[in-house]
């Protein structure tokens, strides 16, 4: 009910406070069998750590993942895996004068009135370090898919509106920005340097995909692949909109134009992005998400305190231009999660033929 | 696990094929004491009958809603509230020639490789005629809502490229599109018109909003009010995407134009589209939703059938040209099964103060 | 959250009051290719029917049950499968003497406490009618689970303190109590005509099992296929103990005693009623459950109205006198549910053996 | 589905095994603002400690808990509650010998069948030492009850078949057995000396009671209050049975026995054991919990390997002799986990009343 789970079969639990003793996830249907060691999903942490991108705090958190439960002898066993990040480097001090104001664009004051009650430090629960576990899950549910041929990927498809325009894979790897086109992550560069001398932000648009996907992942109606992978993009903070292959484009093409031909080899086009239905149909899984701006800015901000009174605000500090593209690993994490709890899910629905097959 | 049921507290699973006896659905968690009558939910249905406007299928059905259980004496009385809609004209025989090929754009082929089988007949369960369940419930979540003063309602924002560029939300039952902007309204009506002739389809994009919405409706992470918002919406048939506030444009601003700033009085702008972190602030919620074109259409497409042979196609019948207005009522609809379910939500979290004020 | 559901693969959501239109029940992730009909439910619908037996009510009710949705052409299809049956014989006037009294041992007080109002014909949702769902779905999980090979089975070992001392499986069928041994079976009619003099009822113990259950079902910690099976036994209204096995008795053994000796071909004793650490292991299950009389008796009883006032009730109508033989067919029916469940549970574990067979 | 989770509103997860890193829950759902320390959880663990008891093993372990998240300066924030408790006096060389072979009354085979892999150190997570994250939750909700004035309790009824006779509530804390009647106290440990010498084990009877719960807790049909409060108590790895009120004994009684007279004042009498129709009545529940002999003893039992040979086993090693009275206080524990879920569940039928309020 607290919304706190993701997932029915492959499920994953995430806890923990940006200034508490740690952060952590408890995965818990992973099936047996399946090697993981801290190292495996310390690679994923890693492209998520602080510092990691040219666009990000200089927070240093070593963010070394610890498995304390779920695995024997190298291999899962189909208990829960419980995961524990430390937190490290937390100057929660500096948080002394939000106690009693709202900073815009931030849950301050809709945590506020929902709980009666609000652990002010660095955004408490509400902060963006609350997905590093969910990244430490995402890496385990990464490794189970890989069992099946399936392998994700994010890249900054824009950011501070500079779009990519050649899709190049390999230039992902080769600029601080995640960025498929090197051109592209130039103009990103320069326009980063740009705000970040306003003390102001950037947000951006992620594209996540997925290779190998099977036919006959998501259910029907309300679980539709597409509807799950729509929350978990969406339950990202700093997300504010999710299409799926043609999207929001979708809506000016003519029905003979966006329906994707059906060959005997496959599919001439990937409007649908992969779903028909709501259920896999063997093509690309394609999404898009809209990344705001990081609302942490040192501009002057309107803004009232607890007391209800106008105030201004500046929120200096050690705080990213942009999540991008530390968050593109969080989508990819997030697709991670709802892929292997669809898989898992589609073995119900082949039971039969496994019991058959005993 | 199947993906039939929506919501955690206000919990709605539906159910029905096409062309089977019936569809319909259980509404389970509405709390005891709230008048329920059959005509009161038949007002929303007859919204979103075949029929009713001027984009859709002239296929008659009368969609009679029945309330089997969970009222007593006109009140709701806490247990699960029964609802069933027969099927009447349905001609099935017309879909013969869809048992061995699948139609692109459909479920078809996707159904057919996660169950082995599939109910061809009228895209059996992913039919949009699943939608009247969601639509009768959604009825019944709008007189919970109604009673917290919360008022959800949607509109045409553009069809077939054609964008209302004035919102009168009074011109919206003043034409056949669910338009707030009458000029658009005949621009549609032109556009919807030469595309019939072709045989061909058209999409949109529905904006819904929510008024009235108390601060701290939603759950932090996960269950986040935009995230289950985003997967509500997703979960409609026709649905590629979906924004929140400023959504996409949201990607495009620095934090400066786009974080609203915090008045005494409320808020300055909306760009956060009524959501900080997950939770109601207050602002109302603003959606919208990237509808695609009907994937029925009467052009001929290439596909496959059930051999893996290629073939042609041509889907004739009575199909609607564009989902909106029809679904424009199913938005409405799942708003109110997120809203509704975010409210008994909320009561958890206060439970201390109901059992204290006992 | 509101309890009407049971299961998480295979689910189950029932429907429906004493005295309402219907009574019913959804059926969700049953997977597909089961052949299906309303005849095969109907057998076993037919056992738990008024009038099935010796010791049960005169009300006449042909419980047809109808299939709404989930089969197509004879098969199920993955899709929920909704069912319904009419209620017919209902003479609501019958009850009007306790819409302001409360009948001991039935759930008026406690459900007028919970819910501030109550449907009291009948009982409304407590009445055992609701039990005619769950029948009906635990009639589509037996064709479940007669596809892996397991049968449950479920007869009286005591009524009215009359225990059935030899365990003849062919008895059961033979005689109106359900009773393996026909001399117990004759003492317990001459209890039952003894007891309907005096108006009042009489209580009992049902034994149920499963023969032919696969090591692995049940999963550990909480959801221990003991604790769901103990679960489902007690959610049974007139259910006030379970015992797996030896059960009590276990109790009072040394633990070399109640052990059961693992030996090459099986186990030598089946003190754990076939299940270690909430796992199946490959022997029967065996559960007892008491019943308790049935608390609608014609003797005067001391009560309170709603008023608070004392007051003195008979409660009179067509009662049977033991829930006892109809309950056991409901028992049956939950454990189906129980195992159908976990069976299904059981393919997400060997998930990957599934994808890598494909 | 992997069943680590118990409860829908208030919902604890754990995670761990015997010879892991560390043991642990999660709390999720637990309202804001209550007072939550370590210490205050550590009087909870400090009664199920090993060594607490005179039946109990010597094994040391300190069991502190850590409080990770979900409490901001002394109070709960509505934010997941991650506890952990870590694992230190594991000698786990002491298990070589189990590698290979099945300990009888062990989940070790049923393991090993369901995931076709094991962690055989100290029976991985099948191991009473996952209970320490259940009493840790369980203490939790404890503060949670106590809140709206509900107290749970739990004593030794019955051990190796010496049955109290007296029930006195101060004797409980005066006798190593937590038994209500000290002339029993003094029979049990003759019997569990006696048991020691045979290297053999004992199992025994659990009352749990609850005093102070208002009417209306519990969900009809399938989530009863006894029926959540038989799973709790069945899925304590040593429990067999489980009766409310009368129990068994009411299969015996006759309706007009067995129903409890309701006064103006109250009940006459309780043998409903505090729910009428799954719903709490308002008087006290009264639950019975059979213990079976643990099933570690150095009686040299029958068993096979791994490769289903024959073999005799000898379980050595530090073991209580019965899991009673520790046992107790994770019956205690469930009885708390379940009544807060229903506590903050009844909060949603009551919903409206709440938003009213406001």
Not at 204 to 221: D, K, N, R, T, W
Request: some cysteine; hydrophobic content about 40%; aromatic content about 6%.
């Amino acid at each position: 009910m607290s919304g706190n789970t993701f997932g029915k079969a492959f499920r994953v639990t995430t806890w923990g406070e940006s200034h508490g003793p740690a952060v952590g996830a408890v995965v818990d249907g992973c099936p047996p069998g399946i090697p993981l060691t801290e190292e495996a999903i310390q690679v994923m942490m890693d492209r998520r750590k602080p510092g990691s991108s040219a666009a990000s705090t200089t927070r240093k958190e070593e963010d070394l993942v610890h498995i304390l439960s779920g695995v024997f002898e190298g291999l899962t066993t189909g208990t829960p895996i419980s995961l524990m990040i430390k937190n490290k480097d937390a100057k929660s001090s500096s948080y002394d004068q939000f106690k009693n104001l709202f900073r815009p664009g931030h849950g301050d004051l809709s945590y506020q009135r929902k709980y009666g009650i609000r652990d002010y430090k660095g955004g408490g629960r509400a902060s963006a370090r609350e997905t590093a576990g969910r990244v430490a899950a995402g890496a385990v549910a990464g490794l189970l898919l890989e069992r099946v041929g399936i392998k994700t990927f994010a890249y900054t498809l824009e950011l501070g509106s500079v779009r990519a325009k050649n899709i190049d894979p390999e230039a992902v790897s080769k600029n601080p920005f995640a960025c498929p086109d090197m051109e592209a992550a130039e103009k990103m560069e320069a326009r980063v340097n740009e705000v970040r001398k306003d003390g102001d932000s950037l947000g951006g648009i992620v594209q996540v995909q997925a290779a190998g996907v099977p036919a006959g992942l998501g259910e029907p109606v309300f679980d539709k692949l597409d509807a799950q992978i729509a929350k978990a993009m969406m339950s990202i903070g700093a997300v504010k909109g999710v299409e799926i292959g043609a999207g929001f484009e979708a809506a000016r093409l003519t029905g003979s134009v966006n329906n994707d031909p059906i060959l005997e080899d496959g599919f001439e086009t990937n409007n649908a992005g992969g779903t028909l239905s709501g259920v896999s149909s063997g093509q690309d899984i394609v999404v898009r998400v809209a990344v705001k701006p990081i609302p942490s800015i040192s501009v002057p901000q309107q803004t009232i305190g607890l007391d209800g009174k106008a105030d201004t605000i500046q929120v200096g500090g050690r705080h990213d231009i942009s999540a991008i593209p530390r968050v593109n690993v969080v989508c990819e994490a997030m697709l991670n999660l709802v892929l292997a709890d669809f898989v898992l899910r589609q073995a119900q629905v082949r039971a039969l033929e496994l019991f058959a097959k005993q």
